[in-house]
């Protein structure tokens, strides 16, 4: 490097002059530039907490559970099925019929999972203990053999989509117990999923409900069919 020649990075600092200040304002106003379009884009989708419920009408949709059914005594290994009635009896379509379920209790409330209760143990890798297994491809409509409830970012929270005025739909969730005991497993109904949109009983309240069920761990007397299917003996 000459004595009289000024290092570009030195130019630069200064406001520089010649074709490398010329570069190094290039490359920052490029930077620049690339920012501004990230942050406009950012802007528009909404950050990181987007949803598609962003536009949910406001206000509260009666709703009325018109059955509630899930065995009470049950064996381990026992599949069963959680069976919901739900009626929309107000005049507006329900905007996003939602179904939140949880096993009751402190450790129940704990876990992420809706069939599950939270182990208070310290440093375990998976603190979440099931009570009852989901079978794959549920909860459906009833008679339907496809999925029914798109997952949320709750996962105990289940949405059915718009219910029209009137309209009555049956839901069905398979279940396996997997944990001997008594627990109780509870339902919350809702008309939305951001919370503007709300469900009501006649009574003002949000619709729900809870069953109480003895899992007993007793070992199921089971059999295969000829279809390869496992199912409990029957009794003679």
């Not at 570009?8 to 290039?26: D, E, I, M, N, T």
């Not at 007993?216 to 003996?233: H, N, Y």
Request: glycine letters at 14%; hydrophobic letters at 35%; a negative charge.
């Amino acid at each position: 490097m000459g004595a009289a020649e000024t290092p570009w990075y030195v130019a630069a600092a200064l406001g520089g002059h010649g074709k490398q200040a010329s570069r190094s304002r290039s490359r920052a106003a490029f930077a620049s530039g690339l920012a501004v379009l990230l942050a406009l884009s950012v802007a528009a989708c909404g950050g990181g907490d987007s949803s598609s419920d962003t536009n949910e009408p406001a206000g509260a949709y009666p709703v009325k559970v018109v059955s509630a059914e899930f065995p009470t005594e049950q064996k381990l290994g026992e599949t069963t099925l959680m069976e919901l009635g739900i009626r929309n009896t107000g005049e507006q379509t329900i905007p996003a019929l939602t179904v939140s379920v949880s096993v009751g209790g402190e450790e129940g409330r704990g876990s992420t999972l809706p069939f599950a209760i939270r182990d208070p143990q310290p440093g375990l890798a998976q603190p979440d203990r099931p009570i009852w297994r989901l079978a794959d491809h549920y909860p459906q409509f009833a008679g339907s053999s496809e999925p029914g409830g798109a997952g949320t970012s709750n996962q105990k929270t289940y949405d059915f989509g718009a219910l029209q005025a009137g309209e009555t739909v049956n839901l069905v969730w398979k279940l396996s117990a997997v944990r001997s005991g008594r627990h109780i497993l509870t339902y919350a109904i809702d008309a939305g999923i951001s919370g503007a949109a709300k469900a009501e009983t006649d009574g003002g309240v949000r619709p729900g409900g809870s069953f109480a069920v003895q899992i007993s761990s007793a070992p199921l007397d089971k059999e295969v069919t000829d279809s390869g299917e496992v199912v409990e003996k029957r009794r003679n």
